[in-house]
């Protein structure tokens, strides 16, 4: 077997998407591609615009953009990469591109991003998915249906039980509620919702650290309902009947615990991961404690995705000022569970 070979074997390609380009994602590509943490561990393969990166590399007097591969010769070619490459998916004029501002054209151009390397990771052509951030409002000016990337997967992976987890050394929130508004929450909860997060959640962290977890559950309303004086009785009816079903698994899990009191210093030390009923409920605590190492992980997908857990940034959109660890941190991850899974 060749040198090249061996390497090809070895390590995992992990796509890298750009995510929108008039945001900090195409300087943070042009770190990741040169940073030797991640060439040790895997092949990355950054997905965007290739006149961009080029655009951004020049603004920033930083090294030109290495290999750079048309996406149509990819599923010709990918089993010869062995280096840190460049697909470039047609999409819109570099040139037309203004950073910091929110467009249609980078919208669609960031939804294109995460098609493709969806899709070839559906193919067996990229072993894993890191995202750059993408801007909401610019999806939607692209009249794309979706709030985010984690509905984006979950409907072309075809994935019906999903949920989003962000995960770092210092803490770790899963979340049963996403993208959507508050007064949505309480109608969007059920025990099969709730259990479903508390088993993915489980899973997840097993491959993750090698070991059974110890999870909390977050009850929704203050004082986790007071026995049903606040709230419609959620926690009651739908919250502490799954954390049964998740013991009755097997599954070393407690709650609902008031969410006021859940992230205290004592319960962190109690606990490897939370399950929270809506976004902020977990992305405050976990923002607030570990915002440059947190990885978004989207849970129950037949592919695996990490992402950042920031936005696009726009304004120090390229500008050279991004950090990109939170980048690193997923694409570390992701290269991780690729090769646990071989």
Same mark, same amino acid.
């Given at each position: 077997?060749?040198?090249?070979?061996?390497?090809?074997?070895?390590?995992?390609?992990?796509?890298?998407?750009?995510?929108?380009?008039?945001?900090?994602?195409?300087?943070?590509?042009?770190?990741?591609?040169?940073?030797?943490?991640?060439?040790?561990?895997?092949?990355?393969?950054?997905?965007?615009?290739?006149?961009? %990166?080029?655009?951004? *590399?020049?603004?920033?007097?930083?090294?030109?953009? =290495? /290999?750079? #591969?048309?996406?149509?010769?990819? &599923?010709?070619?990918?089993?010869?990469?062995?280096?840190?490459?460049?697909?470039?998916?047609?999409?819109?004029?570099?040139?037309?591109?203004?950073?910091?501002?929110?467009?249609?054209?980078?919208?669609?151009?960031?939804?294109?991003?995460?098609?493709?390397?969806?899709?070839?990771?559906?193919?067996?052509?990229?072993?894993?998915?890191?995202?750059?951030?993408?801007?909401?409002?610019?999806?939607?000016?692209?009249?794309?249906?979706?709030?985010?990337?984690?509905?984006?997967?979950?409907?072309?992976?075809?994935?019906?039980?999903?949920?989003?987890?962000?995960?770092?050394?210092?803490?770790?929130?899963?979340?049963?509620?996403?993208?959507?508004?508050?007064?949505?929450?309480?109608?969007?909860?059920?025990?099969?919702?709730?259990?479903?997060?508390?088993? %993915?959640?489980?899973? *997840?962290?097993?491959?993750?650290?090698?070991?059974? =977890? /110890?999870? #909390?559950?977050?009850?929704?309303? &203050?004082?986790?309902?007071?026995?049903?004086?606040?709230?419609?009785?959620?926690?009651?009816?739908?919250?502490?009947?799954?954390?049964?079903?998740?013991?009755?698994?097997?599954?070393?899990?407690?709650?609902?615990?008031?969410?006021?009191?859940?992230?205290?210093?004592?319960?962190?030390?109690?606990?490897?991961?939370?399950?929270?009923?809506?976004?902020?409920?977990?992305?405050?605590?976990?923002?607030?404690?570990?915002?440059?190492?947190?990885?978004?992980?989207?849970?129950?997908?037949?592919?695996?995705?990490?992402?950042?857990?920031?936005?696009?940034?726009?304004?120090?959109?390229?500008?050279?000022?991004?950090?990109?660890?939170?980048?690193?941190?997923?694409?570390?991850?992701?290269?991780?569970?690729?090769?646990?899974?071989?």
């Amino acid at each position: 077997m060749t040198a090249l070979e061996q390497r090809q074997r070895r390590l995992p390609r992990i796509a890298i998407t750009m995510g929108d380009p008039a945001g900090i994602g195409p300087e943070l590509c042009l770190q990741l591609l040169r940073d030797e943490r991640l060439t040790s561990l895997c092949i990355p393969v950054v997905v965007g615009n290739a006149g961009v %990166l080029a655009r951004v *590399a020049a603004q920033l007097q930083w090294p030109t953009v =290495p /290999r750079i #591969l048309p996406a149509q010769q990819w &599923p010709d070619v990918w089993r010869t990469i062995a280096q840190a490459t460049v697909i470039d998916v047609p999409s819109l004029p570099a040139a037309a591109v203004e950073p910091g501002v929110v467009s249609a054209a980078c919208g669609r151009a960031a939804y294109d991003f995460i098609l493709w390397a969806i899709d070839e990771a559906l193919a067996d052509r990229v072993d894993a998915i890191a995202t750059g951030p993408i801007h909401k409002e610019a999806l939607h000016a692209a009249g794309i249906p979706f709030p985010g990337h984690t509905e984006i997967l979950a409907h072309r992976t075809g994935s019906q039980q999903w949920c989003m987890m962000l995960t770092s050394p210092t803490i770790t929130c899963s979340l049963v509620t996403a993208h959507v508004g508050y007064r949505e929450v309480p109608e969007l909860l059920s025990v099969e919702r709730i259990l479903t997060t508390i088993e %993915l959640t489980a899973d *997840a962290l097993h491959r993750i650290r090698g070991r059974q =977890p /110890r999870l #909390l559950v977050c009850g929704l309303n &203050p004082h986790a309902g007071e026995h049903g004086l606040f709230g419609q009785g959620e926690e009651e009816r739908f919250i502490a009947p799954a954390i049964a079903a998740a013991r009755a698994e097997g599954i070393d899990v407690q709650g609902p615990l008031p969410p006021d009191t859940a992230f205290l210093p004592k319960y962190r030390t109690q606990c490897d991961a939370y399950v929270c009923m809506y976004h902020d409920q977990g992305l405050i605590p976990l923002k607030t404690l570990a915002f440059d190492e947190a990885v978004n992980v989207t849970l129950g997908l037949p592919i695996i995705r990490t992402s950042v857990d920031h936005g696009t940034a726009f304004d120090i959109a390229w500008k050279g000022r991004a950090d990109v660890s939170s980048f690193v941190h997923a694409v570390q991850l992701a290269a991780r569970l690729a090769a646990s899974g071989d």
